[in-house]
Structures are given as structure tokens and as C-alpha cells.
């Protein structure tokens, strides 16, 4: 059986492609800055922050670093309910990557606060600042500026693994590549058309947090 590839027939679907894309997007903007707060968050209290308030965000990372996203997303969409906690698709989906980005990125930046010397923890405090305030203002920029490509990676690889929100219906690239596939039995073209859409946002999303990162943490020009 012969099979013959074609693709231009996709721009009748164009529509909802672009819905799909705008949408991963919306997702990765939202999970990418909540999810690095968080994780900010997070890493304070696991290496600065209160005694009292540890094992709990060890509890929250360790649970969401050793459980599939899938499950994740499953219990937020269909478990919270049974709670009286209604989701719409979007809202479930934006939670669940907010909240996987939030403890992976915690590990991150906590390695990046252990690698900060001891003399610039010992000059906040001989400056009178509390352990947030040294955090804040000494620790912080050096911290992120050293993880900052590990960071990167970590949201990028959350961008790829937005595909699954298609799973609740969230009407995502994947769940575009989905539909199409279903209505015209074409696979290969669906699929193909996806994998390159994903491989070009991967691309750029790496590109832009290199400029954002080159923004937020300028070289110093060498002596």
C-alpha cells in the first residue's frame, strides 16, 4: 500500500493549531514564572527559612519529584472535586505545572544557595539584616546566576511535558494534533506538524531565558 504524505490540507486546520500553540504558550508563561517563584520560595525555607516550616516543603518536593506529572495532573483534575473543589481544564493544568515546576526548581536553587560562600551570609549579618533580608539582597542574585542554565533546562523540559494536559481536554498543541489525527486519519502529517511546532518553541523558549538570564545577571566586563 502506497502512502502519500501531504501536508498542505493541514491549513484548513490552521485555527487549531494556533489555539493549541497560544495555549501551551499561556501555560509555560504561567507555570514558568509561578513555578520559579514557588521554587524560589521553597529553597529559602529548606536552607534559610523556619525550622518549624522545613518538613512540610521537604514532604511537597519530595512527593512531586518522585511522582509521574500525569498522576499529578489526574489527582488536581479529578480528585479535588470529590473535595467540592471544582477545575476548569485550564485552571487544573496551570496548578499542576506551577506546582511541578515549583519543586524541581526548589532543588535547583538550593544547590545554587549552598554554593554561596559563608563570608557573604556572615556580611549580612554584620550589616544587621535578617536571614531574609541576606537572602534577598546577597544571596539571591549569585544563587540563580550560577543554576541559571539548569533552571532553564528544567522549564523547558515542563514546557514538553505540557503535552499530557491534553489527558483533561485542556486544548493544548497536543490535544490540536489530537484532534485533527481523529478527524482525518492522517497521523503522520498531524504528528509531524506538532513535533516540529514543539521543537521550535523548545528552541526559542531556551533562547529567550539566555536573554532574559544576560538581562537579569550582565557579565562584568573582565579587568
Keep these: 500500500m502506497n ?31 509561578l513555578g520559579i517563584a514557588l521554587g524560589i520560595f521553597c529553597a529559602w525555607v529548606r536552607a534559610l527559612g523556619p525550622t518549624w516550616l522545613r518538613p ?20 488536581i483534575f479529578f ?16 496548578i499542576a505545572m506551577v506546582v511541578n515546576l515549583g519543586a524541581y526548581s526548589c532543588e535547583i536553587i538550593r544547590a545554587g544557595i549552598q ?24 544571596v539571591l542574585v549569585p544563587a540563580l546566576q550560577r543554576i541559571w542554565p539548569a533552571l532553564s533546562s528544567q522549564v523547558v523540559i515542563v514546557m ?16 490540536a494534533a489530537n484532534f485533527i489525527q481523529s478527524r ?15 521543537l521550535a518553541l523548545a528552541i526559542l523558549l531556551r533562547q529567550l531565558l539566555v536573554v532574559v538570564g544576560g538581562f537579569i545577571f550582565p ?5
Design 3 to 33: 502512502y502519500t504524505f501531504e501536508f498542505g490540507w493541514l491549513l484548513e486546520y490552521y485555527p487549531a493549531i494556533v489555539k493549541g500553540v497560544l495555549i501551551t504558550l499561556q501555560l509555560i508563561a504561567i507555570g514558568g514564572v
Design 56 to 75: 512540610p516543603i521537604a514532604v511537597y518536593v519530595e512527593m512531586i519529584r518522585n511522582t509521574p506529572f500525569l498522576i499529578q495532573l489526574f489527582f
Design 79 to 94: 480528585g479535588l472535586p470529590s473535595l467540592g473543589v471544582q477545575l476548569n481544564e485550564l485552571t487544573a493544568a496551570n
Design 115 to 138: 554554593a554561596t560562600p559563608k563570608g557573604q551570609f556572615e556580611a549580612g549579618s554584620s550589616l544587621a539584616m535578617t536571614k531574609f533580608e541576606t537572602f534577598r539582597h546577597v
Design 160 to 175: 514538553l511535558g505540557s503535552s499530557v494536559v491534553s489527558q483533561i481536554a485542556a486544548e493544548d498543541l497536543t490535544f
Design 184 to 198: 482525518t486519519f492522517r497521523a503522520f502529517e498531524a504528528y509531524m506538524v506538532s513535533t516540529v511546532i514543539y
Design 219 to 223: 557579565r562584568r566586563s573582565a579587568r
